[in-house]
Structures are given as structure tokens and as C-alpha cells.
């Protein structure tokens, strides 16, 4: 009954205060992602462009689903895709 009293009085503090709580978490996030690709930067960085950088940096944080991967079934595939030699006139 007090609860709902003071949630009344004041509707917007409870999605305050879940968003105050949420923010720390992501925060976490982003520094562990920045981590991760500095160490990547770090250790490649003479010998990798951007795309590959950022390919490594994103296989790096997403570990676990990287780990997930059926690499079997890639390789299956990859003799029947089309392929992406172009003639440069």
C-alpha cells in the first residue's frame, strides 16, 4: 500500500531508477569492447587494414558466438558459391 502511494505520487521514478540501475551494465560492455580491440590494435596493427581490423575486433567480443559456429558446414558451401572474381576493364 505505501509502495503504490509513492508510485502514484511520483509515476516516473520507477523508470528512473531502472534506467540509473541498467547504465552501469552497458557501461561495462563498451570498456570490455574497447579493451578487446586494443589489444587486437595492438597486435596486428602493422599488417591489417580497417575492415579486417574490425572483422577480428567483432569475432574478439562475440567469442561466444564465434565459438557456435559450424565451420564444417562453411567449408561444404564455399565450392558452390558463385565466383566474385570480377574482369577490371
Same mark, same amino acid.
Given at each position: 500500500?505505501?509502495?503504490?502511494?509513492?508510485?502514484? &505520487?511520483?509515476?516516473?521514478?520507477?523508470?528512473? $531508477? !531502472?534506467?540509473?540501475?541498467?547504465?552501469?551494465?552497458? /557501461? =561495462? %560492455? *563498451?570498456?570490455?569492447?574497447?579493451? &578487446?580491440?586494443?589489444?587486437?590494435?595492438?597486435? $596486428? !596493427?602493422?599488417?591489417?587494414?580497417?575492415?579486417?581490423? /574490425? =572483422? %577480428? *575486433?567483432?569475432?574478439?567480443?562475440?567469442?561466444?558466438?564465434?565459438?557456435?559456429?559450424?565451420?564444417?558446414?562453411?567449408?561444404?558451401?564455399?565450392?558452390?558459391?558463385? %565466383?566474385?572474381?570480377?574482369?577490371?576493364?
Amino acid at each position: 500500500m505505501y509502495y503504490k502511494g509513492l508510485q502514484e &505520487v511520483y509515476p516516473y521514478i520507477n523508470i528512473v $531508477l !531502472r534506467i540509473f540501475l541498467y547504465i552501469p551494465v552497458t /557501461n =561495462c %560492455s *563498451a570498456e570490455r569492447s574497447f579493451s &578487446v580491440l586494443r589489444r587486437v590494435k595492438n597486435y $596486428l !596493427r602493422s599488417t591489417m587494414c580497417d575492415e579486417r581490423l /574490425n =572483422c %577480428s *575486433a567483432v569475432l574478439t567480443i562475440e567469442s561466444e558466438i564465434a565459438k557456435r559456429i559450424n565451420y564444417d558446414d562453411i567449408i561444404d558451401s564455399f565450392p558452390d558459391a558463385q %565466383s566474385r572474381r570480377k574482369v577490371i576493364k
